[in-house]
């Protein structure tokens, strides 16, 4: 039973960094793909945003929207937790942030991962 855990969320001001957690049992990184997805206040849960993911071979990618360096996914295998890096937070980064777990390579959206953590909330705000 797959299990992904997300810690590191909190209160922090416009500029500030946070580092975000993804700690994951019952999978190997070795035939998984985790994602980082953000849901923005008052979004539908099919409204997550997916910010980045990294595949079965340590690939990161990142998607439309987050492209421009202010986030890095990382991930420590002998912990079997994948990190988000945030950077430079911005106020509408607020909100939920989650990962997410499905074979091997990155999915495409929200729709394509069927394991998912309980979140962590981010509040960006002077």
């Known amino acids: 039973q797959v299990q992904l855990v997300e810690s590191g969320g909190g209160l922090v001001q416009p500029g500030g960094s946070l580092r975000l957690s993804c700690a994951a049992s019952?999978?190997?990184?070795?035939?998984?793909?985790i994602g980082w997805f953000h849901q923005a206040p008052g979004a539908e849960r099919e409204e997550r945003e997916q910010?980045?993911?990294?595949?079965?071979?340590?690939?990161?990618?990142y998607y439309k929207g987050y492209m421009e360096g202010r986030f890095t996914i990382s991930r420590d295998s002998a912990k079997n937790t994948v990190y988000l890096q945030m950077n430079s937070l911005k106020p509408e980064d607020t909100g939920v942030y989650y990962c997410?777990?499905?074979?091997?390579?990155?999915?495409?959206?929200?729709?394509?991962?069927?394991?998912w953590g309980q979140g962590t909330q981010v509040t960006v705000s002077s």
């Open positions: 910010i980045s993911c990294i595949d079965w071979s340590g690939s990161p990618l």
């Open positions: 997410a777990a499905r074979g091997y390579r990155c999915g495409a959206d929200y729709s394509n991962y069927g394991d």
């Open positions: 019952g999978l190997t990184f070795t035939n998984s793909a």
